[in-house]
């Protein structure tokens, strides 16, 4: 067994990347926090090593697991502060400022299967995620339940061709262009739909945001994105709507362990959350927002 800040201190830098942002957020010196892992090595027999930006664990994890469990519980219980990420065009909405007795991660993932491992390790203790690459209804792990729905749409700088196409604009014309994609498997459902109609051909292999490596590949005027009224803003340049709808929803799921579905520190935070929506509801009316404990079709 170890105490609340020696595992907090593991997890924090696995989770955050960073030892000097696990130190601010938890409230511990940076030397405590290396202390602290260097302890959780020792005990749980495991080893912490970063790889291409990412922190990740050595060794046999069980033992380490069992202990999150019961740090996890102590966290609902009210001891400490719960832990909530959110994906980075979503995290302005719901997570500025951080609700009451959570605490907020970088909103910077790229993916779907960071988040999702980190919640279940119960590294993390809630994930607003990325609808529809979100777990299903019948996942037996993880209870989603839905915040928003809205249209995404294909988007293109100023002097891109495509805006003087007229009548001809089709999906066929606009995949002869390049246009923004992440790795294979980043965000399956997503990626499926956009490259059944051609699209998701200009692959970035990034799985971190980082603005100058995903919207700032804008140097190129031919190139094809995609965005909401929650994300155009991320552009460095003017981006322009096309007209033409592509055939998904996209939206936001509050994710978190199917055991703790129910518990009123939830309700009362998917309360929160959706209240948050309010003013984008009454001046939006294309977008979908949902009440009560409703989870997705």
Same mark, same amino acid.
């Given at each position: ?23 601010? *957020? ?5 030397? =405590?926090?290396?202390? !602290?892992? /260097?302890?959780?090595?020792?005990? %749980? ?5 970063? =790889?291409?930006?990412?922190?990740? $664990? ?6 380490? @697991? #069992? ?25 302005? =909405? ?11 991660? @970088?909103?910077?993932?790229? !993916? ?5 491992? #980190? ?43 495509? $805006? @003087? ?10 995949? *002869? ?23 998701? @051909?200009?692959?970035?292999?990034? /799985? ?44 936001? /799921? ?5 055991? %703790? ?7 009362? #935070? $998917?309360?929160?959350?959706? *209240? ?13 927002? %949902?009440?009560?404990? *409703?989870?997705?079709?």
């Amino acid at each position: 067994m170890v105490d609340v800040d020696t595992l907090a201190s593991l997890d924090g830098v696995l989770w955050l990347r960073s030892g000097a942002i696990a130190s601010r *957020q938890l409230g511990l010196h940076q030397s =405590t926090i290396s202390r !602290n892992i /260097n302890r959780c090595e020792t005990i %749980f027999d495991v080893h912490a090593a970063k =790889t291409s930006g990412e922190w990740h $664990l050595k060794g046999d994890a069980k033992l380490l @697991n #069992l202990e999150r469990v019961v740090h996890q519980h102590h966290r609902w219980l009210g001891g400490r502060a719960l832990r909530i990420e959110a994906m980075y065009w979503s995290s302005k =909405t719901y997570l500025e400022p951080a609700p009451d007795g959570w605490l907020a991660g @970088n909103h910077d993932f790229m !993916n779907v299967q960071q988040p999702q491992a #980190l919640l279940r390790d119960g590294i993390i203790d809630a994930w607003i995620g990325s609808y529809p690459d979100v777990p299903d209804d019948d996942d037996p792990e993880f209870a989603s339940f839905p915040l928003l729905r809205h249209p995404i749409r294909l988007v293109v700088g100023a002097n891109h061709p495509l $805006l @003087n196409a007229g009548e001809e604009l089709s999906f066929e014309l606009v995949s *002869q262009f390049p246009s923004l994609a992440l790795p294979d498997g980043a965000f399956p459902k997503f990626e499926a739909c956009l490259k059944a109609i051609g699209l998701w @051909n200009s692959p970035s292999r990034i /799985n971190r945001y980082n603005r100058d490596k995903w919207e700032g590949r804008w140097e190129s005027e031919i190139l094809v994105g995609y965005a909401s009224i929650f994300s155009i803003g991320f552009y460095p340049q003017p981006q322009y709507f096309l007209p033409l709808q592509l055939p998904l929803s996209v939206g936001d /799921n509050l994710v978190v362990k199917r055991q %703790f579905a129910d518990h009123p520190r939830l309700l009362q #935070l $998917l309360a929160r959350l959706r *209240q948050q929506l309010s003013p984008w509801l009454d001046a939006h009316p294309e977008l979908i927002g %949902f009440g009560g404990n *409703q989870t997705p079709s």
